[in-house]
């Protein structure tokens, strides 16, 4: 027995664009279409509504990369919400600390470097496919020359990677504290 | 026939499928030659050392560069979803791909349409796609860590980043109820290997297993430490174990193989991979037995 989608086109997202007009809308459609991003046209839920009263259906996964391409094309939109559960992504960092390395964990992610050196030793966590990708562009770098995570991921697997890279690059200016 | 599906951190990789080949640090598939790091190619190397051990063949592997975007992720599904049932593999683990829940149902619905529905391993974002799909169900076994387990019990998130605050705070006392939870809404596969400082491992709703020691929290900063013993498990249920008697060795080969390396927070993945095979002929006799005798003392319980 399978469950059915239950939507015409079988695109299910899970994350709304919301904008202040249907001008805005209907422009933050073009945008993502002439970028190949998977969206469709709703109606926002009245308890997610702000703004207009249609809304973009995306794949909330791809959050980041959203609003890297929506600013990249002037449209403007109100924010990105998923459309159920808490509407906030995780704010909570912890941090461990190995002696010579600090592992710093940001919802599912983890960033480690060295204390002395700040370069980053290890990441792990996360199951988006920006972050083995990540993983390779930032490992063995100093973290105040490694990219940043929320410039070049796509996801929100990159985005909790973004919160323990700054985190840990606070972290490490204050002598590792 | 094991095939492993997920993504490789290169733009310019197609997507290639063969079999799997581990020399020292990189993988090779094919003409492809993959690093053996953080994500699927982890995975697949664990795999590789284990099947070699048993002197079985060497795993499948799909794989494709995405670097997040999702076109290779894309790609992967289409692929599944149009071959899967010809490929009738034994067991299949998804893993590193990007989450999009209605390709993820048709992955499933194609894997029926095989002459014998493969087992299914769903870790990393695979995973992810299940659950917020509501397919979880169909799926075997699932091998979260604390944060995705927490996920999992959250009936409302579709990505771990999304999780309400007093599920992610949750310390691993908790995880039977954590655990109780993602059986309750159904977003747990018929078996759940937890991994954390504690390893949990469910079937059915129940918790049948737990490991502390050897207790090495450097492994929790490697990246690709989870990703190993989701490719153990893959292999080894291939190899004709039980779903439990998998995840039990692979949980104690992954802390074994930590401790072997000498791990310490800068350790790569591929040097505790290295020391799989070791740790299989010191040990795997011996946590055949014991879990063996478990599944007969919980049979007669």
Redesign the interface.
Known sequence: M??K?G?KN?????GLVLFENVEEAMSGERALKAE?VENRLVAPPPELRKGCDLALEI????KP?VERMLRSRQAHFIDIL?M???A?????VQV?D?G??V?V?A??M?L?F?KSSGVV????????????????QM?AKPLDRAPRPKEM????????LDRAYVQSLDIWKNGGR | MLLICGTAPRKDLPLTEGDAILQGDTLRIGPAAVPCTQGTASLVSAACKTLEFLGQSPPRALLVGDDGSGKGSRLLYEHLIAHLPRLAPQVVVLHYMLPVMGLMRKVSEAASKAKKRPFLIADAAAMYAAKAAGIAREFDLFTPDLSELAFLADPQATHPAYVSRHLFESDSSRIPELVAAAYANGSAARTLVVKGATDHIAQDGRIVDRLAEPNLPALEAIGGTGDTISGMVGALVSAGFDAVTAACVAVRANRTAGLYAGATPATRIWQVIEALPRVFADHLDEWSRQAGTRNIERSAS
Request: hydrophobic share 35%; with cysteine; aromatic share 8%.
């Open positions: 399978f469950f989608s939507k079988g695109f299910e997202g899970g190949g794949n909330l996964v791809e990369a998923p159920k559960g808490d906030e992504l995780l704010e909570v461990t190995f010579d390395a592992m964990k919802g599912n983890k480690t060295d030793l290890n990441i792990s966590g996360g199951g988006c496919p920006d972050i083995p990708y990540l993983h390779a490992l991921g796509h996801t929100l697997c990159s985005l909790m």
